[in-house]
């Protein structure tokens, strides 16, 4: 059962673009909403992270934007970079549990 | 600062043989420790997670084991490795016990891949 569903699986953009990454969840026991970046041969590592009392955050040119009623969060990149490219995992945290629950993965090429 | 370390790096092993990897946490204490793999193209799917010494829970069930013989220590391993079990298996970590807001973060390991042939 995938609890959290990511969209698009790949995003292609031009330099200066703001890339949109989608992510869809069920369980209204989520309390913890991170995004992490991952660049080819690399752990992820954590980019910005949300929680559910907060509608936006942002930190730098990434901002996350969240509707708790729709049970939907985004990943917004300002003025993107070539160095942006990386493929992008949004994940969820059960309240109470440690580990995290993560989406299938997009993969983002910016274009110089 | 706290690191993790994973080795090794890569791994290229035949249908049937044995697997260990193994992870180890520095400048930090009592974490929690995770098993992650990543199949090509694919998402992150959470195979153990461990919150003290001797303590594995299995969220996926597979021929592979997980085992934690000391406090900084993760080992991942298999007695008879399959074609299936090809993937990149990332290490990571979380401080144990806390709720706030930074205590959720989960950092991962450089990732070890294994090719099964």
């Known amino acids: 059962q995938q609890q959290v569903k990511q969209s698009p699986q790949s995003l292609i953009v031009q330099k200066g673009g703001i890339p949109i990454i989608n992510c869809a969840y069920e369980?209204?026991?989520?309390?913890?909403f991170p995004w992490y970046q991952q660049f080819p041969g690399k752990g992820p590592a954590l980019l910005i992270a949300i929680r559910p009392d907060v509608s936006e955050k942002k930190e730098g040119r990434f901002t996350i934007s969240f509707n708790k009623s729709a049970k939907q969060f985004s990943l917004h990149i300002m003025d993107s970079q070539p160095g942006d490219s990386a493929t992008y995992f949004c994940a969820a945290r059960w309240a109470g549990r440690r580990q995290l629950t993560f989406g299938s993965g997009t993969q983002l090429t910016v274009l110089p | 600062s706290q690191t993790i370390h994973q080795w090794p790096a890569t791994l290229v092993q035949p249908v049937g043989s044995p697997l260990s990897l193994e992870c180890t946490v520095e400048?930090?204490?009592?974490?929690?420790l995770y098993w992650y793999r990543q199949a090509a193209g694919r998402g992150l799917q959470l195979l153990f997670y461990s919150v003290g010494i001797g303590q594995i829970s299995s969220e996926v069930p597979q021929n592979l084991s997980a085992s934690r013989p000391q406090d900084r220590q993760f080992i991942l391993s298999s007695k008879k490795l399959l074609l299936s079990d090809s993937g990149f298996y990332l290490c990571?970590?979380?401080?144990?016990?806390?709720?706030?807001?930074?205590?959720?973060?989960?950092?991962f390991g450089e990732g070890s891949w294994l090719t099964v042939v």
């Open positions: 369980n209204t026991a989520f309390d913890y």
């Open positions: 990571a970590w979380s401080v144990l016990g806390r709720q706030t807001y930074s205590g959720n973060t989960i950092y």
């Open positions: 400048g930090t204490s009592n974490p929690n």
